[in-house]
């Protein structure tokens, strides 16, 4: 009987990992206005990565450690670093506190006054980045600036804090039928809601125009732009309003 129990646990617990669903943070470092080496140890991100159960490639990331292999940003050329971190979706909603570091050792990390407003203070004399994770989204931050390095505004705890729309929650999700989409508007303007395939290719178009504030629910019928079936599988629904942009995964089942 004790084994019964244990091989039930164990394929209970396969089930669910099976089941889980994941969002991917793309975050990119713009060294440009740089003007110190950079370190042969590269660019790495350090943050509360554990309790949000993060994870690069497959690895565990671990806590507020600089020397973390798995935080090591790729060298993508023209003073551009890059790393793709996965989430669990347990944690949307959830705030990630986060820091880039020049090298594998605190010394030579962001913390500038220049953080303060997209930021928080450290406890240390400096400051750290935060970001509120709404699902999946491409990141582009420049060294201890608020903004990007051509001075436009990053994805970053910046425009969060100054949302005009955050989502509430998509139901049923996996859906066969139809899924409805929750939006909070929180300050009145142009929005677009868009659906694309996990190719980045459109497939429908949910909303386009001026919302005002307050709640908004939308329904996607599992249909393109065309009036087709789309085909089974995960697609992105891409939430638009202003400087920022959210984006977040859906299961179709047919």
């Excluded at 600089?66 to 793709?84: F, M, V």
């Excluded at 989204?137 to 051509?150: F, H, P, V």
């Excluded at 190719?199 to 909303?207: C, D, I, K, R, S």
């Excluded at 992105?236 to 995964?249: D, F, K, P, Y």
Aim: glycine letters at 12%; a neutral charge; hydrophobic letters at 40%.
């Amino acid at each position: 009987m004790k084994k019964i129990f244990t091989l039930l646990v164990a394929v209970m617990a396969f089930v669910f990992a099976a089941n889980a669903q994941n969002f991917t943070v793309y975050f990119g470092m713009d060294m440009s206005n740089y003007t110190d080496p950079i370190s042969p140890f590269g660019i790495r991100v350090a943050g509360d990565f554990v309790p949000r159960g993060a994870s690069v490639n497959g690895t565990a990331m671990q806590a507020w450690s600089p020397s973390d292999t798995t935080g090591t940003l790729t060298n993508l050329g023209n003073n551009k670093w890059g790393i793709a971190i996965t989430f669990p979706d347990s944690v949307l909603g959830q705030t990630l506190t986060f820091k880039f570091v020049n090298g594998n050792n605190w010394g030579m990390n962001e913390g500038a006054a220049t953080l303060a407003s997209c930021g928080i203070d450290d406890g240390f004399g400096g400051y750290n980045r935060q970001y509120l994770l709404e699902g999946t989204a491409y990141l582009t931050y420049c060294w201890n600036e608020c903004t990007r390095c051509d001075g436009s505004d990053a994805v970053s705890a910046a425009s969060v804090k100054s949302n005009s729309v955050t989502l509430n929650k998509i139901y049923p999700n996996p859906f066969s039928g139809s899924t409805r989409i929750d939006l909070n508007v929180v300050q009145s303007g142009g929005l677009k809601v868009r659906v694309y395939n996990i190719l980045g290719q459109p497939v429908a178009t949910l909303f386009d125009g001026f919302a005002g504030a307050g709640s908004l629910s939308l329904n996607w019928d599992g249909t393109t732009q065309t009036g087709e079936l789309a085909r089974e599988g995960a697609y992105l629904i891409r939430v638009e309003m202003g400087q920022n942009a959210t984006t977040h995964r859906v299961l179709l089942n047919r």
